[in-house]
């Protein structure tokens, strides 16, 4: 079966640039993090994006930079999103700049000032040529589309990077690193059956104290976040693969057939049969 949703992921290259042009379902994505430093460029709709609890709004063709490590989600409000989404590694990007660990990039389309507009618009355009010729298809693509994402990443940090004058408070860290660790487990366990009791022991609090620090740091509750991970796989699931819907619910840790169809009917707006019959009536 063919689906619409479309993946094309470039492997890392030496200089520690990934390339991926994708689409993919509207809708919540859930919180992650990652190690690399990721550019986000919405070729159609609008998009939310979440970065440390804070929300930002995404037209189409404006690109944000989310740093390395920093916890994002995403809602495209589109029913199928189109993206071009870049992963850097800063330390591959050491030979040209031994500091870049140090630099944090703050590109978020909103909070620009006037003064570096045309300088953000003239980045915008560096990446809307390199998906003309990923769409054309040109000889030596991945060749000049590396060497126009360093041109990227070289004005991103001349005119959008800071090095922090003072270190972050200890108490902020360790809450960055407690939600770090507890999105690291989510996504390594979350097929098995987690209890309030293996998360709160992974960060070595009670269960009550637990309930009170991720509420106030993600903005809902474990389980609720539990679910959308759970329901993000299973959607990626029902477009990518022929497993009858049974199947993928109970590999993604969902053992109630009603709970389940209701939580993906809240998330999706629709059933997954319908996520099924739309693949097929594509096909």
């Known amino acids: ?22 689409t993919n379902p509207g809708g919540y994505h859930p919180l992650h993090w990652h190690e690399e430093l990721e550019i986000l460029y919405p070729l159609n709709g609008e998009t939310d994006i979440t970065v440390e609890g804070n929300k930002y709004h995404l037209p189409k063709k404006n690109l944000t930079v989310i740093d ?15 993206l071009l989404c870049i992963h850097v590694s800063k330390s591959h990007l050491q030979n040209y700049l031994p500091e870049i ?3 944090q990039i703050h590109c978020i389309p909103e909070l620009i000032p ?27 693509f991945r060749l000049e589309a590396e060497g126009m994402v360093l041109q990227v ?4 940090i001349r005119s959008f990077a800071s090095i922090p004058a003072a270190a972050i408070p200890d108490a902020n860290l360790q809450t960055i690193e407690r939600i770090r660790k507890i999105i690291t487990y989510v996504e390594d366990h979350y097929t098995e059956n987690i209890s309030l009791q293996d998360v709160a022991e992974l960060l070595g609090v009670g269960k009550e104290y637990f309930c009170r620090f991720f509420k106030k740091n993600m903005g809902i509750s474990f389980f609720q976040y539990l679910t959308e991970v759970r329901l993000s796989h299973i959607y990626q699931g029902l477009t990518e693969t022929d497993l009858p819907i049974a199947e993928l ?12 169809n209701r939580a993906f009917k809240e998330l999706y707006g629709c059933t997954p049969s319908s996520v099924r019959k739309g693949l097929s009536l594509n096909a």
């Open 1 to 22: 079966m063919e689906h619409p949703y479309y993946k094309s992921q470039l492997s890392m290259s030496q200089l520690g640039i990934q390339l991926n042009f994708r």
């Open 68 to 82: 390395s490590r920093q916890v994002h989600s995403t809602y495209t409000f589109d029913p199928t999103s189109m």
């Open 101 to 103: 660990e140090l630099y």
């Open 114 to 140: 006037d003064s570096l507009f045309q300088e953000y618009l003239y980045i915008c355009d560096v990446l809307a040529e390199l998906t003309r010729l990923y769409i054309q298809d040109v000889p030596g």
């Open 153 to 156: 990443i070289s004005r991103l």
């Open 249 to 260: 619910m109970e590999n993604n840790g969902f053992s109630n057939q009603k709970l389940f």
